[in-house]
T-cell receptor, first 115, second 110 residues
Framework: DAMVIQNPRYQVTQFGKPVTLSCSQT?????MYWYQQKSSQAPKLLFH???????NEADTPDNFQSRRPNTSFCFLDIRSPGLGDAAMYLC??????????????FGPGTRLTVL | KNEVEQSPQNLTAQEGEFITINCSYS?????LHWLQQHPGGGIVSLFM???GKKKHGRLIATINIQEKHSSLHITASHPRDSAVYIC????????????FGQGTRLTINP
């Protein structure tokens, strides 16, 4: 029973061509996160939504945007992908932000290749 | 120095061995996560704990808040346990932010 679903699992795009990655969840969690993980590195938080409230990390490039049209779905838009944006993109959810509600559940990730 | 340090970075063992992976942190935390990532795969949350000990199947996680140290143990290890195990601390200052360790690459040989 998949709980956090990411599509596609593998995405190839061209340098500068906009790309959208998708995440959906069946957990009805309030919080959805997007992480970027480059090879052999720890995941890096890009931003998160608490319900409709968007929270951007200070060092997330403007090239990365996100949309959350409803509770279940969250999208990561990369407006002009560069070669340095090739990475695994991980979506995660949690019920809340504090205490026991903040356990994060991760999706399988989308591996982005930029040609 | 990383705020979350794991040891060892790489661990190779034979099937059936008892495995211990250690995590030390320097930040004040509200919770600590143990995560598992298979090669090229997504991340699975194994445990979230803020005190004491948790057990799930062959996996056991402990945390000592005073010593700022946590351990992940695997009993009767199996080749399918081969993965990267990541310790991540939830910083009390930024409730939504996980501070990740560098990961421990575990290989269990049959």
């Amino acid at each position: 029973d998949a709980m956090v679903i990411q599509n596609p699992r593998y995405q190839v795009t061209q340098f500068g061509k906009p790309v959208t990655l998708s995440c959906s969840q069946t957990l009805n969690h309030n919080v959805m996160y997007w992480y970027q993980q480059k090879s052999s590195q720890a995941p890096k938080l890009l931003f998160h939504y608490y319900d409709k409230d968007f929270n951007n990390e200070a060092d997330t490039p403007d090239n990365f945007q996100s949309r959350r049209p409803n509770t279940s779905f969250c999208f990561l838009d990369i407006r002009s992908p560069g070669l340095g944006d090739a990475a695994m993109y991980l979506c995660a959810t949690s019920r809340g932000l504090a205490g026991g509600r903040n356990e994060q559940f991760f999706g399988p990730g989308t591996r982005l290749t930029v040609l | 120095k990383n705020e979350v340090e794991q040891s060892p970075q790489n661990l190779t063992a034979q099937e059936g061995e008892f495995i211990t992976i250690n995590c030390s942190y320097s930040v004040g935390i509200s919770a600590l996560h143990w995560l598992q990532q298979h090669p090229g795969g997504g991340i699975v949350s194994l445990f979230m704990l803020s005190s004491g000990k948790k057990k799930h199947g062959r996996l056991i996680a402990t945390i000592n808040i005073q010593e700022k140290h946590s351990s992940l143990h695997i009993t009767a290890s199996h080749p399918r346990d081969s993965a990267v195990y990541i310790c991540a601390a939830r910083d009390v200052q930024g409730a939504q932010k996980l501070v990740f360790g560098q990961g421990t690459r575990l290989t269990i040989n049959p």
